[in-house]
C-alpha cells in the first residue's frame, strides 16, 4: 500500500526559488544585474564591549578619512561618509565591476550609557576604530564586604 504524503507547496516555491537563482548565478555571476548602483556602500562594523569601554571597528577600505563622519552620542555612533568611485577612462571595457561605491550611513546603538565627549578615533590602513568610554554611572563597581563576627 502506497502513503499518501501531504503536499507542501512553499517548498515547491522554494525549490524553484533557488534554482532560478541557480540560474542567474551562472549567467550574471553572483552580483546579478538586479544589483544597482542604488544600493549604496555598506561597511562591516563590529561592536565590542570591555570593562570600560565600547569599541566600534568598521571597515572602510580605499576611504580617506576626510570622506568619513563619525558622530557619538549618549544613545549610539553614526558613520557616515562616501565611498567616490574612480573615473571610467575612455578605451577601457569593464567585464566585471564587484566594488560598491556611494554614501553610506551606519548607526549602531550602545546597550549601555557612554561618554561621548571621551570618545577617540583612529583611522590606519582602512580600518576605522573608536573607543567611547563607558559612563561611570553603569561601570561595574567592587564593593568590600565586612564581616561581621
Known amino acids: 500500500m502506497k502513503e499518501i504524503i501531504k503536499w507542501d507547496p512553499f ?9 532560478i537563482d541557480k540560474l542567474f548565478d551562472s549567467f550574471f555571476g553572483k552580483r546579478s544585474f ?8 555598506i561597511p562591516a562594523c563590529d561592536l565590542e564591549e570591555t570593562d ?5 571597528t568598521a571597515e572602510l577600505p580605499g576611504m580617506k578619512k576626510d570622506n568619513i563622519k563619525v558622530t557619538v552620542d549618549e544613545d549610539g555612533i553614526t558613520i557616515s561618509g562616501e565611498r567616490k568611485r574612480e573615473k571610467e577612462e575612455k578605451g577601457k571595457t569593464y567585464h566585471r565591476i564587484e566594488r ?3 554614501k553610506f550611513q551606519r548607526y549602531i ?12 578615533a583612529t583611522y590606519k590602513d582602512g580600518i576605522l576604530k573608536i573607543e567611547i568610554p563607558k559612563s561611570e554611572r553603569v561601570k561595574p563597581k567592587e564593593i568590600k564586604i565586612e564581616i561581621e563576627e
Open 11 to 19: 517548498k515547491e516555491i522554494s525549490s524553484l526559488r533557488e534554482e
Open 100 to 102: 560598491s561605491y556611494g
Open 34 to 41: 538586479l544589483f544597482s548602483e542604488a544600493e549604496s556602500f
Open 109 to 120: 546603538p550602545f546597550p549601555k550609557e557612554v561618554e561621548p565627549e571621551k570618545a577617540k
Open 52 to 56: 570600560d569601554a565600547f569599541i566600534v
